[in-house]
């Protein structure tokens, strides 16, 4: 069926195989696979941007919603920089360290569906690690061979909008909000839909929520209000345990070899496809230290402070800043933190431009070159000569039960209750992030890498991580997968608990954030999900 908005009433009364709510990227690989498998699928999407608005106590921890999620076809990957990361095998391990991040799977569950992910991210093969030139001495744990992978195009509508569109199995309610889940007596559940002012119930025999982190904890939580002993009850895991990635810079490398900065630069693999490096910690050394996962990398000086006197820098700040330019050069979370809240400096930017016009306009012209092309260059690194950068740490989030969302007392336009979000940062990240950079900064000098310079003494370190910690794109386990349905709200099928034919789908299930970013693994596991579901849709009531 083609991608319409007038399918819903119809399809609901032929009641599809799978109803599935959410057309991001987890939603469209479910949507694909079990189309492609024969099954008739309705896949609902709301479109509505600002039914996603939310009360956010704390703005410093959490980003807006507008920039955050993005309702439509291709969902957040419309905001999405393409970045893709495998999960490691210990984020999967019992840790005794790291109470609550325990997973009902295994990493062997879960890396077979990394090749079906990789493919439909189009990110290449899912090869993660690449070797380093030569044999590092003392690195005792230090790993420099791990990879990040990028999709080609990061709008998953512009990669696969056509074929959902045109495959006769799949029908596109767009402009269609779901309001409640019910579930009946037997466990069965239905979903009740606005649509162009009417209210529409669908009785799937299998429903699928994919509708990211905060967005499937609202629904479902609003879904209960009258049945509060639905999915956990009020003192269950809905909703709580909201995780993301604690990010930022508390220190400086200064490589001490000339050619080692540039093995961490982005450069393409034998598949034609952008990977960079990452420094990480192997598992031993993260189970001997008792520290969570994370990883680290070299990134530019701040865009915004022209004292870095690069006439490609701050040629890049002035092309941010532009209402239309920038947007289209970079995901727009990360140019709004790229620009900074300071003041702009626009004269001071400008001098170095001048002063080294004929560089920086090679680079724009080379660097929008890529930009554009059918494989995007997803970001830019540029060398200096004193071969010093920020060092750029991506960390684990501990689960906490008091990090969560709730909904709030305000409604949206079609009278759902908002989310609430209170998302935190604790003691336990800080000093997981300040143990591990200490031990990085350790062995990176004893292997004659690279020295780890910090920013501020270590009494002020501990604060400057908190102070820097926000998230709100990662969202992380507001509907974690336990095998106890009174440690979580799925099962490790992703089957609701007490329920029969109830899913959740995305990285709401994670019961932990690892150092790696979601949607990769998200995809894998909707992978795994619809596999699941076309063995066990036969056997389901009704």
């Not at 391990?93 to 990789?118: E, F, H, K, N, S």
């Not at 790993?143 to 569109?165: F, I, S, T």
């Not at 609003?222 to 220190?251: C, E, K, T």
Request: proline share 6%; aromatic share 6%.
């Amino acid at each position: 069926m083609s991608i319409t908005s007038d399918l819903l009433c119809n399809a609901a009364s032929r009641r599809p195989d799978v109803a599935l709510i959410g057309a991001g990227p987890v939603g469209l690989k479910l949507a694909l696979d079990l189309a492609d498998a024969g099954l008739q699928v309705l896949l609902i999407e709301s479109g509505q941007q600002a039914l996603s608005d939310a009360e956010i106590p704390d703005p410093a921890r959490h980003a807006p919603m507008n920039l955050a999620v993005k309702r439509g076809l291709g969902g957040t990957s419309l905001l999405w920089g393409g970045r893709a990361v495998a999960f490691d095998p210990i984020d999967f391990a019992q840790r005794d360290w790291a109470p609550g991040a325990d997973w009902p799977l295994a990493d062997t569950d879960v890396r077979p569906w990394y090749d079906t992910a990789c493919r439909f991210l189009d990110c290449g093969p899912p090869v993660f690690t690449e070797t380093w030139p030569e044999p590092l001495p003392a690195a005792d744990g230090l790993r420099l061979d791990e990879l990040e992978r990028w999709c080609a195009q990061p709008n998953m509508a512009a990669v696969h909008g056509a074929r959902v569109g045109a495959h006769p199995h799949i029908a596109v309610a767009l402009d269609a909000t779901v309001l409640k889940i019910t579930v009946a007596e037997d466990g069965i559940a239905a979903v009740e839909v606005a649509h162009n002012g009417e209210r529409t119930t669908v009785n799937p025999r299998a429903l699928i929520v994919a509708a990211g982190g905060v967005e499937t904890a609202r629904l479902l939580l609003a879904s209960r209000v009258d049945r509060p002993h639905l999915f956990g009850g009020p003192d269950g895991a809905l909703g709580r345990f909201y995780m993301g990635h604690a990010f930022g810079s508390i220190a400086d490398i200064q490589f001490l070899r000339r050619e080692d900065d540039a093995r961490f630069n982005f450069h393409k693999d034998a598949s034609g496809r952008y990977v960079r490096r990452r420094f990480t910690l192997d598992a031993a050394t993260q189970t001997r230290l008792k520290l969570l996962n994370m990883s680290a990398w070299p990134e530019l000086p701040e865009l915004y402070d022209p004292a870095h006197r690069s006439a490609i820098l701050s040629l890049a700040y002035l092309a941010l800043r532009m209402p239309v330019i920038g947007p289209r050069l970079m995901a727009e979370a990360i140019r709004r933190r790229k620009l900074g809240d300071g003041p702009a400096r626009i004269g001071a930017h400008l001098w170095n431009v001048l002063k080294g016009s004929p560089g920086a306009a090679w680079f724009a012209i080379n660097f929008l070159r890529a930009r554009g092309a059918k494989v995007r260059l997803p970001g830019f690194f540029v060398l200096n000569g004193a071969h010093r950068y920020a060092f750029h740490f991506h960390a684990e989030h501990a689960p906490s039960a008091d990090s969560r969302v709730t909904l709030a007392d305000t409604r949206d336009a079609l009278g759902m209750p908002r989310a609430r979000i209170d998302l935190r940062f604790g003691a336990v990240d800080a000093e997981s992030i300040l143990a591990t950079h200490d031990a990085m900064a350790e062995r990176l000098q004893a292997a004659g890498i690279a020295r780890i310079e910090h920013h501020l003494p270590v009494n002020d370190r501990a604060a400057a991580i908190l102070a820097q910690a926000s998230d709100g794109f990662h969202q992380v386990g507001t509907a974690r997968m336990a095998v106890d349905p009174k440690r979580g709200v799925v099962d490790a099928d992703a089957r609701v608990h007490g329920t029969a034919n109830l899913f959740l789908a995305g990285s709401a299930i994670f019961p932990s954030s690892g150092q790696a970013n979601p949607t990769l693994l998200a995809v894998a596991l909707a992978a795994r999900l619809a596999d699941h579901l076309k063995a066990a849709l036969p056997d389901l009531p009704g």
